[in-house]
């Protein structure tokens, strides 16, 4: 069948049966995905949120979405269950990362933390580090800081409870499309639920046993902002894959490593044991935070290089 010309479109929300919420001209309508679409051979998810697609109105009352166009960038997990390792891409054409720890539990995990900013750099998207939990904090939760704060990533303590630092998120977040991401239990969902009252998301506490967040939120979703913008729930996340990223790339996903990958004695330098090594020089004078270089070498041995 001839579908009449598309009109340009955002898909706000993933629904069932094949069917996709879309929003055209600030309006939300309800579109089925062309069958060929869902035929067609591809290697990663056909339609998410913050996707654009072009959708045609063959009648009144029906939407269909006849193309879906590249991404600019993406945010993936592994995709849950067992077998091999897949993508699950959670959210597409992001400005801007909100990546949602907490103070208190689940403690923050700062290996954690940098493979989300290593996607963020990979990408091209804007990061941006949430603390909640304000309410929670200790003083010595101020020392690892430091070292994100001197690369120049923005940090945001906030508390969803008490309200401390709501007025600096949402200001963070008008205009821009972003997405809250970060492990269960960091009270993502809480922070959405403060920012937009009327959605009510479910809230699970955190476990006892284990120290750690219960999944609330099954699906991505994108949600309007009263001041302009979008906002994104995803799942919690355990499992962080650094999809199509090549391995010799990975350090210019570390600002910090920037300057002195030019100080290396060899091009292809790994920083890991090469003699006359720039960034081994600067991380041993103290000009590169340790931490955040071993978990360099971490991703590094993960890819098998």
Known sequence: MDLPPGLPARVDH???????????DGDVVQARMRGRLKNAPRTTDLCVIGDQVMV???DEQSFVVVEVLPRGNRFSRLQPGRGPQKEDVLVANLD???ITFCHGRPVLNTRLLDRFLVIAEHEDID???VMNKADL???NDLSWRQAYESIGYPIL???AGTGEGMDALTGALQGKISAFVGPSGVGKSSLINRILPDLDLNIASVSDHHGKGRHTTRVASLYS???GGFLADTPGIRELGTWALPIEHLDRCFP?????????????CSHTHEPQCGVIDAVNAGNVDRERYESYVRLREEAGA
């Open 137 to 139: 904090r200790e003083p």
């Open 256 to 268: 910090e490593l920037r300057t002195y990958r030019a100080l290396c004695t060899f091009r292809s």
């Open 56 to 58: 045609s109105q063959p």
């Open 96 to 98: 801007q990362l909100m």
């Open 127 to 129: 990061p941006v580090i």
């Open 14 to 24: 993933e629904t069932t049966a094949g069917f996709i919420d879309v929003r055209i």
């Open 225 to 227: 902002l009263p001041r």
């Open 157 to 159: 303590t906030v508390s």
